[in-house]
């Protein structure tokens, strides 16, 4: 008996370990599959070049300019440069557009890497060569989230200062809004006046000036803003002096200059998704070795690293995936610009070289033959007079390569993801089993250990063909062993257990049926096109109220749900009229709702104080708006566990940090959803005291019931919000509790204002009997996201990019979120104070 009970359980925590792990793989593996590091160490450097045009660079990198605004009126300085000395046109940036992806872009010449997702925001995830590496002096200037990207761990060349991270504050009434980028210009000019005699002659030289100025003022004051205007006129200004004061020490026209833009902006001040605005970014360049153009010439932003690189003579970065605008340089020297244009293609070849190497293929692509064919024709051909027709040759050459490296590091694409897709159906399998199944009274166990003995032998022969390969890259093997291990995992199950699924027919069999695969289609629908979630809404409402005649209330507040998402989403500059009439709601439900005078005085002080904060008549960054977050639980736990009362309680608990946090019409959303989940069906007992998660049949009508709290969960993600507003970024959402750029914090914060109505589905769920309905959830969610493995793709614009990796990671973290705020929401729906007292009293008389 007890040997079997421990087996029992010792399974169960065999299954959860392995669920977690397969959800964790597949949530990784889909990231690394379609955006696989770019990043590959030890590549060779191509050679220095002789004669460049300029000894020196200066970067200039406005911070969060966008386009548009520079366009619209452009400052005085930086439009005679455009007009009669310069080339200019737009940099297109990608996803995210924020400011570490822009500016290692600019410098190193790679777009993000995919292992960022999971690191933080001022950390660089691993090591990659930049343009600063390739200088002989580096001198840096700027934030402390950027320049300790490029300064941490150099090799003694690069040479970086920042000024303290206490000044990143959003709130441009705390001084002057300029002081950012007036810390860099005067360190910069302080360098020149007392430093810069040392390097004079020196060639191979690179200033960075990162100006935050134009970025922490669009978050304030935003874009379009007189303040925004100012600071972009006001860095025009020191560029000029910059300039002037450069050209005079140096005295050699020996200087080029560049001036561009990490990433854009939107109107309501925030970055991070793929609009026009947020991707187009001005490129202005001038000085020793630039052509003056007179039309506009666009760019991709990797493609700045190798104009740099070839401006000052240097090796390009060995992961740079840019191509040298050529047409920015002077064309009275095409042979250096025939020899630059060769450089970047070698530069483009040994990547490619070293991708189709980590696909374990020994074969020559015929790119790669070509490619070869080509650049040993034009190592031969150097002294060539045609050098026009050579120019043409190169950049189509270079064309191909680009081409070549997206074919190798796209080359097992489908053969991983149809790796994973066996694993998570074996997966989905098993689970269903787990769910649904019971032990045979009969298990063969002769098949059983054929089984075992065939996967085993499989898993020796993967590993065994792979050492003798030669292959240094264990991805291929990885994907394999863990398809065969899943398939091997639903192949044990199928001899083990048996299906038992009560299919009794009954009245609402049949509507049962259709609303859980109508529900599935609406969620899937629902998260491409926000608005489908209404549909799937209104279907609720019709089945709850055939099936539950009982309940009150649930189809007015249901139809009120299936509104919020047909409205616009939520922007992030605040409607504070919205905001303080939901207030004035809530403190009328409190006034009728709330018995107990005390009770009632607590939470009206507490709607009050919001109030004052919101209003900012009080500085809520100090202390009170964290006081009001902190003493949360403790308001809700002087509810009584009676599930109704206490949901009441969590409702005017969480309600003052979710408005405190919000901008618009979310805490109406708020209410309505509180108001709908206390009144769905109810059960006598938390479900969590049932115990008996594996030994129940599943019904139609549970599956029924997990697909409506699964459609409530994704109401509750979109209700408010799309893909863009949740993917952008913007400070004036955490306004209330800090202005300080603290990345942390803020990300903390925003995750709080997303959780808070997932925790009211979290709470409502102790309204169900049966807590084997969780794992029903999360099979319907395992099955729903299994078609988004196949929508997250390299191809296409980043903003499609983006939303595909967001449904897909939404579809597989959802289920497995909710059923963690299941566990999570249980003390808040069952604690009590006074019973803990007394518990303590009882503790202590039994030990005397």
Known sequence: MYDKKFSVLNSSYRFTIWGLMVHLILLWGVLDINFHSPIIQNLPNVPVLEDAPAKRVVLFVADGLRFRTFNEAPPKFLRHVMTNIGSWGISHTRMPTESRPGIVAICAGLYEDPSAIFKGWKEYPVDFDSIFNQSHFTWAWGSPDIIPIFTKGARGNIHGESYPHEWQN???????????????????????????????????????????????????????????????????????????????????????????????????????SGSTDETETPLIVWGAGINALDSRQDVEQVDITPLISTLIGASVPINSEGVLPWQYLNKTDLKYINYALLNNLKQLIHQVKANREMNCEDFIDWRERELDNIISELD??????????????TVNAIQLAKKSLSYFRQYQRLRF????????????????????????????????????????????????????????????????SLAVTSLWLAVRSTIIYSIKLKMHSNKYFWIEVAGTTFLLLTMFLGLMYRSVLSIGMLCTAFIQKLMFKESRNFLWTALFLAIFPLLPVVEPY????????????????????????????????????????????????????WMILLTTPLCICTYSTQLRERMKGVLFGLFCPFALLSSSYEPFFFIILALHLSSLPQSDTFSIQNNKMYAHHLTMRELLEAATFMLYTLLSFFGTGNMASISSFDPSWTRHFVTVFSPFTMFLLILLKISIPLMLIGCASHFLKPQSIFLSILLLGDCLSLPFIYYVAPEGSWLDIGSAISRFTIAISLPCFLLLLYYLSYPLMTFIPKKLKLYVELEKKHVV
């Open 170 to 272: 959003f709130d441009i009434m705390q001084g002057q809004i300029w002081r950012l980028d007036s810390w860099v210009f005067d360190k910069y000019l302080s360098w020149l006046r007392e430093e810069a005699y040392e390097v004079k002659n020196t060639e191979r030289v690179i200033f960075f000036l990162h100006l935050l100025g134009c970025d922490t003022t669009g978050h304030a004051a935003k874009p379009y803003s007189r303040e925004y205007t100012d600071n972009m006129n006001y860095v025009d200004r020191k560029i000029e002096e910059v300039v002037q004061m450069t050209e005079n020490f140096f005295g050699d026209n020996a200087t080029a200059y560049i001036f561009t833009a990490d990433h854009g902006m939107t109107d309501w001040g925030s970055h991070g």
């Open 380 to 393: 031969k051909d150097i002294e060539v007079k045609d050098l026009h027709g050579r120019l043409e040759e």
């Open 417 to 480: 993801l149809t790796y994973l897709s066996i694993m998570w159906i074996g997966w989905i399998v098993l689970l269903f089993f787990k769910i649904a199944g019971i032990e045979r009274p009969i298990v063969n166990r002769v098949i059983l250990l054929i089984a075992d003995i065939l996967f085993v032998c499989i898993l020796i022969t993967i590993f065994i063909s792979h050492k003798v390969s030669g292959c240094s890259y264990w991805r291929l093997p990885y994907y394999t």
């Open 574 to 625: 605040p409607r504070v009229y919205i905001v303080l009439f939901s207030m004035c709601v809530v403190g009328i439900m409190i006034t009728l709702q709330i018995e107990t005078k005390y009770r009632k005085a607590m939470e009206i002080f507490r709607l009050v104080v919001t109030a004052f904060v919101y209003l900012e008549l009080i500085d809520g960054r100090n202390w009170t708006s």
